[in-house]
């Protein structure tokens, strides 16, 4: 049971991670790919490094 608990947390920080970036102008792929790999320190990582700025 803990198993798919933690699944259904790790699946949610890739969604949280693919809304944020997509908010801040990034790439959402690598989002995804972030919140699968580093759950809740990817969520972290995209609000600390803020929107994307125009060179």
């Keep these: 049971m803990s198993m798919y608990m933690s699944l259904v ?3 949610l920080c890739a969604i949280v991670c693919y809304k944020i ?3 801040q102008g990034r790439n959402t792929t690598i989002a995804v ?3 699968l790999l580093f ?3 990817a ?3 995209y ?3 803020g929107k ?3 060179e």
Aim: charge should be neutral.
């Design 9 to 11: 947390i790790w699946v």
């Design 21 to 23: 970036a997509e908010d």
């Design 33 to 35: 790919i972030l919140g």
């Design 39 to 41: 759950g809740v320190l």
């Design 43 to 45: 969520i972290l990582g």
């Design 47 to 49: 609000l600390i490094i």
């Design 52 to 54: 994307k700025r125009n």
